[in-house]
């Protein structure tokens, strides 16, 4: 702990762990909220059948976080934050790129693979049962996006030239370093 958090008073301190989760729950309920308009547009896009009915399941998946996350913070917490300026860049991007694979690759890769390690960090450390409930179950929707993801990708980015592999490699360097900077 650092010399400041030891100086504030215990309730002081439970108004910071409480502002500090609902930060990161806010920025969890706005990835939701691009993962939900990705997967619409992705479902849209696809080129195969069975990719458009998982990608519907995936746009039901991910309403469901959003109504869940905004419900625990408006009606739990009483506190909701707007996007992160980094967040709302990427997701900005990804629904407006027309290339369904970076759509995948943006948030079933990188944005769902950092929520689900996200959301395990959260968990194991919550002490507060209904969100660990919560996100147990949202952690089982969000690795079989990402293994969706995966699976999607592999085939897909076989096919690409050596130039559409740069621009996703740069593409995806860039992201992550706007997901650090958040």
């Not at 439970?14 to 706005?30: G, I, T």
């Not at 096919?159 to 740069?166: A, D, I, K, N």
Request: charged residues 25%.
């Amino acid at each position: 702990t650092t010399p400041a958090w030891r100086m504030l008073d215990e309730a002081e301190r439970l108004k910071q762990r409480h502002d500090l989760l609902a930060w990161l729950l806010s920025q969890s309920l706005h990835g939701e909220q691009g993962a939900l308009f990705a997967a619409c547009q992705v479902t849209e896009a696809v080129p195969w059948l069975d990719a458009k009915l998982y990608g519907s399941s995936q746009v039901v998946d991910e309403g469901r976080h959003v109504e869940v996350f905004h419900g625990y913070l408006t009606r739990k917490l009483e506190k909701l934050y707007e996007i992160n300026d980094n967040l709302y860049t990427i997701v900005d991007a990804l629904m407006t790129d027309s290339r369904w694979d970076v759509k995948f690759l943006g948030m079933q890769i990188m944005i769902e693979g950092l929520a689900l390690g996200a959301f395990g960090t959260f968990r194991q450390i919550t002490g507060e049962p209904l969100l660990k409930q919560l996100l147990t179950r949202i952690i089982t929707d969000e690795a079989r996006h990402v293994h969706f993801g995966v699976l999607a990708l592999q085939e897909c980015l076989q096919g690409l030239t050596e130039r559409e592999r740069v621009e996703r490699e740069d593409w995806a360097f860039e992201v992550s370093l706007l997901l650090r900077n958040r």
